[in-house]
């Protein structure tokens, strides 16, 4: 098919085209990136050290970053396999609604969601007295970055989960527990082997987002210094003080995360699509036999 | 292991899918169930292998009730109809899995496994994955795999309705082989009437959630208990007729059927197998119907007659012994006459 165009068009289309791309690839990605990198390397290497590292501010933030993101991955792999499992493989009342409200966080706004959260565990929110009273703090302190970019994420695993396992069907779990295999068992050794890509792929995604999440963290976190500012945030107030060097370097250690997730990325999603068609054809041979 | 369900009934929503259905398998034997989809059958496999609870009644083994016991705990094997082997498992793992998890000795499962593939005759391919098999060995892996942890009852869900005729064919002799060896209680589902009578031993036809007769396939194809079971047995003439004074009457053609006395008229199927109508080439007095032969074609030991009466629109299959066609020396388009040898009448309350 491809080929039969190439030869089709004639060449000044071809290259008009493949200039255009080029263009606009150079322009919004290629050249934003690596002035990332110069402006982060601009005073020499020893000083992009010493900004990232020697400023205990910034190596909190990307302490806080290394912490905060993996956890809220943690909690999305559970709740995504544990969704994923009931929406797959039951039908219950409120199963539609269940689908549409794993949505919800990619149509409402970060910062709503963040403002929610102030809603729920502020001093006047509806749980702030109470959280208080029992010395539990949510707002401005590490868990509240947790639960922020947790609830950001949230659709991540689920939705790479959910189309996976319908195709794959139940029969192979009732087949195991029909050998004697006990729930456990019928996990580790049936449904988590045939959705592993899956979920690493959704996984990487997740956590691609989570250590890139701004705007519900920055309502949260109080933007303490040293205390609750992530990368992200940190690269923001870095700008905002005119330390420019500082505010790149940060910038090109989140951007040198988000390259090396995108190498995982293109590995892992082979393999997942692999997965899905092999799951799909199985199905379809089940359905036509 | 003897196998019975007492009085189950089974609702998904506001449909019933098994209606207070009672069923006894004995030890050792080979049972199908047997009905059109949506009967109930599969739901019924599923209820004692314990994948699906019934909403009352109860399974027993044996004397034992395992109503509210586990799948796990039921030692059954089950072959499921898509065989649902682990896809990311070689076939000797897929073998090993039920052993692995009664946490068998690594030189008992080889041992074991490698016994079962050598009863199949594929030790060579111990190392494949499912999806290198072809239809028919992935069946056998399936049943080997169902067989491994020594289960007191085999439960098969259309175990060949996923294979092209000629493996099919060459499977179900081969079950009834393999059943004969191990004697391991069994019961299969199928929607073909022929796989039933060919392998089962005792054949429970379904329809809509009931039972509507158990017996050996001999039992069940000589006195089927009603239209329904005639009908789904397939292969038989439906006439119309009108029953009255101890008559059956279709058109000319009278028959005998002293069970219906009464001088009102009342409509009624009169059903007649292929081999149970005969042709004449002249009228026998009233009691025949006029036809003409439409198609001829040998079938072995036997000549299939289609025969078409003009006057009321109707194909009837005869079946004739080859001698006796030699005799009447048939043609298509030679008019004949047509009477029953032997009928069986159902007053409906029963409909398609």
């Known amino acids: ?52 590292f020697e400023d205990p501010d910034t190596r909190h933030s990307i302490l806080l970053t290394l912490a905060v993101a993996p956890t809220a991955v943690a909690c999305n792999l559970l709740f995504g396999l544990a969704a994923a499992w009931c929406i797959a493989r039951f039908q219950f009342p409120g199963r539609t609604l269940l689908i549409t409200l794993i949505d919800t966080p990619f149509s409402v706004s970060p910062v709503v969601a963040g403002l929610l959260f102030v809603l729920l565990f502020g001093q006047q929110g509806y749980l702030g007295s109470w959280l208080r009273d029992h010395g539990i703090k949510v707002l401005f302190s590490p868990p509240g970055l947790v639960l922020a970019t947790t609830f950001v994420t949230l659709p991540f695993v689920a939705r790479e989960l959910i189309p996976l396992m319908e195709a794959i069907g139940p029969d192979e779990e009732l087949a195991a527990i029909s050998l004697g295999a006990n729930a456990w068992q019928v996990f580790w050794r049936v449904t988590l082997p045939n959705i592993r890509w899956g979920l690493l792929y959704g996984v990487i995604l997740c956590n691609a987002r989570a250590m890139g999440e701004f705007g519900a963290v920055s309502v949260v976190s109080g933007h303490i210094t040293g205390q609750t500012d992530t990368m992200p945030l940190r690269v923001e107030k870095a700008f905002q003080e005119f330390n420019l060097p500082g505010s790149f370097a940060v910038a090109s250690v989140l951007t040198l995360l988000a390259v090396g997730t995108l190498l995982l990325k293109v590995i892992v999603e082979h393999k997942a699509r692999q997965q899905m068609e092999e799951a799909k054809r199985l199905a379809r041979e089940a359905g036509t036999e | 292991m003897s196998i019975s369900v007492r009085q189950i009934t089974k609702r998904f929503g506001s449909f019933l899918a098994l209606d207070n259905v009672s069923l006894e398998a004995e030890t050792g034997s080979l049972l199908a169930l047997l009905g059109p989809s949506g009967c109930g059958k599969t739901t019924l496999l599923r209820i004692i292998a314990g994948l699906e609870m019934p909403d009352s009644g109860s399974v027993h083994h044996l004397d034992d009730e395992v109503t509210h016991r586990r799948a796990r705990e039921r030692n059954v094997g089950f072959v499921f109809q898509h065989f649902a082997l682990f896809r990311h498992m070689t076939v000797f793992e897929n073998v090993a899995f039920g052993l692995r998890v009664r946490h068998w000795s690594e030189d008992r499962i080889r041992q074991r496994v490698h016994d079962l593939l050598h009863l199949v005759r594929m030790e060579e391919i111990g190392w494949k994955y499912p999806s290198q098999l072809s239809g028919g060995q992935r069946q056998r892996v399936a049943l080997i795999r169902a067989l491994a942890p020594e289960p007191s009852v085999l439960l098969l869900d259309e175990p060949f309705s996923a294979l092209d005729r000629k493996v099919r064919l060459e499977l179900r002799g081969w079950l009834r082989r393999f059943h004969e060896e191990l004697g391991v209680t069994s019961i299969f589902v199928t929607h073909d009437q022929e796989e039933a009578f060919d392998v089962a031993d005792k054949v429970v036809i379904m329809n809509r959630g009931r039972i509507e007769q158990a017996g050996t396939p001999l039992e069940v194809f000589e006195h089927p208990a009603n239209a329904f079971v005639l009908d789904f047995l397939g292969n038989v003439n439906v006439l119309n007729v009108r029953l009255q004074n101890g008559k059956a009457k279709l058109g000319e053609m009278e028959m005998d059927y002293p069970n219906y006395p009464h001088p009102e008229t009342r409509d009624a199927a009169v ?30 030991s036997v000549m299939k007659v289609r025969v078409r009466s003009d006057e009321f629109g109707l194909l009837l299959n005869v079946d004739l012994a080859t001698s006796e066609f030699a005799e009447l020396g048939l043609q298509p388009g030679d008019r004949v006459y047509v009477s029953p040898r032997q009928m069986r009448v159902f007053v409906p309350d029963y409909s398609i």
């Open chain 1, 1 to 52: 098919m491809s080929i039969r165009r190439t030869r089709q068009d004639p060449w000044y289309v071809r290259w008009l085209l493949t200039v255009l791309a080029l263009v606009v690839l150079i322009v919004l990605v290629v050249v934003p990136l690596i002035s990332v990198f110069f402006e982060a390397l601009s005073g020499g290497i020893r000083a992009y050290w010493a900004n990232l």
């Open chain 2, 271 to 300: 059903y007649v197998r292929p081999h149970e109508l005969r042709l004449d080439r002249f009228n026998r007095g009233g009691s025949s119907l006029e036809a003409k032969v439409v198609h001829v074609t040998p079938a072995g």
